[in-house]
């Protein structure tokens, strides 16, 4: 083999495992755009978190989507923390599901209402005053609660610094002022009944 063909072969290697390496470092999202970063794109995105319980998340044709578990509660749990975001989050929901958007949540390893805020999804919370669109613990939902079971909605949730908003299918359901947290996890939540997600992005602020 001569020089030239030496060169050219391991030209050609360094090249490939140059473009291995980028497309394993861009892994972690579906697209990054500056701040901007898509987690949940239709079926894609599994890869971008880790599991904590024991729910049967699935990618379908559409969504990722869990219906059923052998622990009482499951999420998935980004491999990053946020601090200050615009999460923009299109779920569905069954009437009986028991589901939740954690965000800044402190312990990867263990998320509760306690160590997170919960921008709820219960329809059938027993005690409504925290249900689908309030933050457990924080805010209460609007009266009449709204109802997300049955249908497509969208979450818009913005932390910026202690400011806290939530909207839910364009309604501005909390507005207030929490410096409880200021940054960590995200976590989706099953709990109860089938929750999908088809579209998870976020962007720092």
């Known amino acids: 083999m001569i020089k030239g063909q030496v060169q050219v072969r391991i030209q050609t290697r360094c090249s490939l495992l ?3 390496s980028l497309l394993s470092a861009g892994c972690a999202t579906l697209r990054h755009d500056g701040n901007t970063a898509l987690l949940i ?3 894609n995105g599994l890869e971008n978190f880790d599991r904590v319980g024991e729910a049967n998340w699935q990618a379908t044709d559409t969504d990722i989507q869990a219906s059923k578990s052998s ?4 999420y998935l749990v980004t491999k990053s923390p946020y601090k200050n975001f615009r999460l923009t989050v299109e779920f569905w929901a069954s009437a009986d599901a028991n589901s939740g ?6 312990d990867p ?6 160590n997170c805020y919960e921008a709820n999804i219960f329809d059938q919370r027993p005690d ?3 249900g689908t669109g309030g933050i457990v613990l ?4 609007p009266v009449p609660m709204p109802k997300a079971g049955g249908r497509w909605n969208t979450y818009e949730i913005t932390a910026d610094g202690p400011r806290l908003t939530l909207k839910l299918n364009g309604d501005t ?6 410096s409880k947290l200021a940054e960590g996890f995200l976590a989706l939540q099953w709990g109860g009944g089938t929750v999908k997600f088809r579209k998870l992005e976020i962007k720092r602020l």
């Open 18 to 20: 140059l473009m291995v």
């Open 41 to 43: 794109d239709g079926r």
């Open 71 to 74: 622990t009482t509660y499951a």
């Open 101 to 106: 958007v954690f965000f800044r949540c402190q």
């Open 109 to 114: 390893q263990n998320i509760t209402a306690e």
């Open 128 to 130: 409504p005053s925290y």
């Open 138 to 141: 924080i805010a209460k939902s």
């Open 173 to 178: 359901t909390v507005n207030i002022e929490n």
